[in-house]
């Protein structure tokens, strides 16, 4: 499966962005789906994952309650609607896709997006 992710930008502490990770290639409904992200100097960290079936949800502790994630498997994408955004969420942000669940660690996603910048300005 091929993953784009697309929507990242320069957003003021406070606001909200959407991301979108488009696919193709293979059924996007056998897929669950996350977000990753990588700041300048660090690893990358786990952010979010959704089911296949978009049933079930998983945040890490820093974005819960801020973050959602969600999926329309008719149009085979995935999103990240990131809201109350702090300047200690600017990264870049991956799309990642697996077929087991539930996984936060980067090395069981084997199939990755090419990663949109977030900036988030105080």
């Known amino acids: 499966v091929q993953l784009q992710a697309s929507g990242g930008g320069l957003v003021q502490a406070g606001g909200s962005l959407r991301l979108s990770c488009a696919t193709s290639g293979r059924p996007f409904g056998n897929y669950v789906m996350a977000w990753f992200r990588q700041a300048p100097g660090k690893e990358r960290e786990f952010v979010a994952a959704i089911s296949r079936v978009g049933s079930t949800t998983y945040f890490a502790d820093s974005v819960k309650l801020r973050f959602a994630i969600s999926r329309d498997n008719a149009k085979n994408t995935a999103y990240l609607q990131m809201n109350s955004l702090k300047p200690e969420d600017t990264a870049v942000y991956y799309c990642?896709?697996?077929?087991?669940?539930?996984?936060?660690?980067?090395?069981?996603?084997?199939?990755w997006g090419q990663g949109t910048l977030v900036t988030v300005s105080s």
């Open positions: 990642a896709a697996t077929v087991s669940w539930l996984r936060s660690s980067a090395r069981d996603y084997p199939y």
